[in-house]
Structure formats: structure tokens, C-alpha cells
């Protein structure tokens, strides 16, 4: 059955209602130590019915869109509880922009791998572990009986590497590169995660104190995923889940600004439309420091009179929408001035044990130095508001990891233990 075909039947049955069909087709090459290990192919597709009802939303899901797959979604709306704030967007404008795409054979696939692993060669002393090289393509339409009708495509390509160093080892490294576009570099990933291996033989145990904190972009992103990304969901400040509820218009952090941006050129996450279908557009958090709003998707705008900022996301064609970022863009206008004594670190362990409602968070440090010179595992926790409100910098090695765009940026003194 057509989309169109569906949302004119269900126009009969239900006061509103929605198609979302997803098809993905995804590649994956994995490696182990010097060699191929797992070439395998992977396709979905399906489709998310939602139906409005006597203000009672239905959904369901299926991998057919069929005249049985309807008529569920429109029981399990009779039975819902009635909801006002169940909303679905009229006609949009998009941007007209077009996604990067690009095609890619297998054994082109293949051969990434292979230069993936084969570059370890050129540094002596550490050997790849395991990796993968992974590719895929998507489309997405989101349809409505409000007049929406959108579709997207977009592609998407991925290489990891992990490494180990032995020579009084051993120790570790890892590194990864994601693009929407066909430019990631096998030779820069190998090359990180063999010098991360390297420059950690040897570690020195660290003093237990308190000391300050510069966190590359990867820690960066890990960090603020779980500690501070939540806060601005506008489901968690209704439920009274976010420590900056309330606080709009009010300085919360020093001199910090936060865009969540999918318009953003090249990004991750850039699209024209969230999952709901409406329009992408640029939404500021914090400027200078002042809470300025949060991310909204259609429900929780509802609930609030407000307009939702197109922050609705499906984790698949199975599930409903919930608030997330596109990409969040953290920048700041004081700089860093020296990495001396401090404690730089490459990558967390822990960061999904975070407190997202207080900030507090507590987590491993992975590929940490001091003074230039390699540190055991230690253990660094504190508050992520109590942190941004202090006087914290910024590098110029700005990286995206998954949805934080982010430089390094130096923390306050941490309490920190080895």
C-alpha cells in the first residue's frame, strides 16, 4: 500500500494521522589484528503509523504497511488515555539543500579495511587489535493527513581502529572518524590510535588531589552527552528532570554559548527535517552564558503554546518521538593559556553513569597525561553546572562526536584520584 493511500484511509477512521517509513542498507567490514575478519550486509525497512483520535494517540508499527497495520494503530487509540497535547505539524518549508551522498562498492569497502590495519606497520611497537569500517545509506519519509509529505536521503561513513603497545605495557589506544561525506582518512585513524598506544607506555601512578582538567574533543563529547545534553530536553525541564528549569533569561554558566544547529554545514547530524517532519532551523541555548531555551519536539511544545524547535527523533521506525539534538555546538569566549599542570585527557570510561538531573558525574580517564608524560587510569568527578560556571577555555581543535561540536576545553581544578 502507497503512504498516500494509507493516510487517505486512516483520514476516514482517525481525526489526524501519521507515516513514518524509514529504509536503511548498511556494510560493515570488521577487522581483527592484521587481517579481515567479518564482511556482512544489513537491510531494514518499516513503518511507524501514528493516529490522533478524540484527542487519543494510536501507534504501531510494522515492516508492511497494510490495511491490518491501520486498523491497530487506531484500536490502540481507542484505548489510549485522552491527551491534548498530541499534536502533529501542518505543511513546512524546508531548505533547499542538498544532502551529501556517495556510492560505494565492497570491494572498495574492503580495501579501506585493509589500509586501515596495514598503516599500524609503519609504527613500530603496537598492533592493531580490532576495527571495522562501516557504510550506509537511508530514507526517510514522514507523511501526515495535514498536508506533510517529506522525504530525505542521507549516507553516512564510519572507521574505529583499537591498538595495544606492549613494550612495558601494555597500553592502549583508540580512535574513530564518522562523515556524512566519502573523506574519511584510514591512514589518520590508524595513525591516532597507534601514537595514543604509544605515548601511554610507561604510565606514572598520579598523586590523588585536585587539579585542572583539559578534555580533548572525544572526552568532550562523552561528557556531555550524559551530564549536560539532557538538562535542555524540554521533556526532562517538564518533568522537572533538568537543574536549569526555570533559570530561562538567567546566566547559568560563565562566558559559554550553546547552538544546537542542523542546518550546520557538513555536520553529523544536519538534516532538513526532524523526525516529525518539520523544518530544521537553529536554535541558541545559552549565549554568553544566559540560558536562552530549550529543545522541543512537537508534544512538549504543545504543552508549553510554543513552537517546536525540530528536535523530534526516532531511534527507528519502531519507536515514537522523543526531544534530542541535532548539532550541539559548544563554544566560549576564554581561551587556554597553558596546558601545563594540568591533566589533559583523550577519552572517558563511564561518562553513561553521569547524574543527568544534578551534573554530577564521575568517570575513568582513558590516554591521560601530565606535563606531556603518560598517567595511570585515574578517576576524575565533579559537577558539570558547578564546572561551566566557573571560568573554563577553549582550544581551536574544534571535532564533532556524535551530536557535540566541541574544541578541548580546560576545567577547573577536579578532584582527581589514581
Not at 526532524?274 to 531555551?293: M, Y
Request: hydrophobic share 35%.
Amino acid at each position: 500500500m502507497m503512504v498516500e493511500e494509507a493516510l487517505k484511509r486512516l483520514s476516514k477512521t482517525a481525526d489526524e494521522a501519521e507515516i513514518f517509513h524509514l529504509r536503511t542498507r548498511t556494510f560493515t567490514v570488521k577487522t581483527k589484528r592484521y587481517g579481515i575478519d567479518l564482511f556482512k550486509e544489513n537491510s531494514s525497512e518499516g513503518y511507524g503509523i501514528r493516529v490522533l483520535k478524540n484527542h487519543r494517540m494510536g501507534f504501531y508499527f510494522s515492516n508492511r504497511l497494510d490495511g491490518d497495520a491501520l486498523e491497530m494503530a487506531v484500536k490502540v487509540a481507542g484505548s489510549a488515555e485522552e491527551d491534548r497535547h498530541h499534536a502533529l505539524p501542518g505543511e513546512q518549508r524546508y531548505l533547499d539543500r542538498d544532502q551529501p551522498l556517495f556510492e560505494m562498492d565492497v570491494e572498495e569497502g574492503i580495501k579501506m579495511a585493509g589500509e586501515l590495519v596495514g598503516a599500524c606497520r609503519d609504527h613500530k611497537g603496537v598492533d592493531p587489535t580490532a576495527g571495522a569500517l562501516s557504510w550506509s545509506t537511508s530514507q526517510t519519509t514522514v507523511a501526515n493527513t495535514k498536508g506533510l509529505y517529506a522525504v530525505k536521503k542521507e549516507a553516512s561513513i564510519s572507521a574505529y581502529l583499537s591498538t595495544v603497545a606492549k613494550n612495558g605495557g601494555p597500553s592502549t589506544g583508540f580512535h574513530f572518524q564518522v562523515s556524512r561525506r566519502k573523506d574519511i582518512d584510514p591512514l589518520e585513524v590508524a595513525g591516532e590510535a597507534c601514537r595514543l598506544a604509544l605515548s601511554s607506555l610507561n604510565p606514572a601512578r598520579l598523586e590523588a588531589g585536585e587539579m585542572p582538567v583539559i578534555l580533548r574533543p572525544m572526552a568532550v563529547a562523552e561528557l556531555f552527552e550524559y551530564a549536560l545534553i539532557p538538562s535542555f530536553s524540554a521533556d526532562n525541564v517538564q518533568r522537572g528532570r533538568s537543574k536549569l528549569q526555570g533559570m530561562v533569561d538567567e546566566e547559568v554558566f560563565s562566558d559559554v554559548t550553546i547552538v544546537d544547529d542542523p542546518t550546520m554545514e557538513g555536520g553529523l547530524m544536519s538534516e532538513p527535517f526532524d523526525d516529525e517532519g518539520v523544518a530544521s532551523k537553529r536554535t541558541v541555548l545559552v549565549e554568553k552564558g544566559i540560558l536562552r531555551g530549550f529543545l522541543y519536539d512537537m508534544y512538549t511544545a504543545a504543552k508549553e503554546g510554543c513552537e517546536s524547535t525540530g528536535n523530534g527523533v526516532r531511534a527507528s521506525h519502531s519507536s515514537l518521538p522523543q526531544v534530542g539534538p541535532s548539532n550541539f555546538i559548544v563554544t566560549g569566549g576564554q581561551r587556554i593559556e597553558s596546558e601545563e599542570e594540568a591533566l589533559v585527557v583523550h577519552g572517558l570510561i563511564g561518562a553513561h553513569t553521569s547524574n543527568p538531573i544534578s551534573g554530577d558525574f564521575s568517570c575513568e580517564t582513558r590516554n591521560a597525561y601530565l606535563n606531556g608524560r603518560p598517567v595511570k587510569k585515574a578517576i576524575i568527578s565533579g559537577n558539570i553546572f558547578t564546572i561551566l560556571q566557573g571560568g573554563v577555555g577553549f582550544g581551536s581543535d574544534v571535532r564533532q562526536y556524535s551530536a557535540v561540536v566541541s574544541p578541548s576545553i580546560w576545567l577547573p581544578p577536579l578532584s582527581v584520584s589514581g
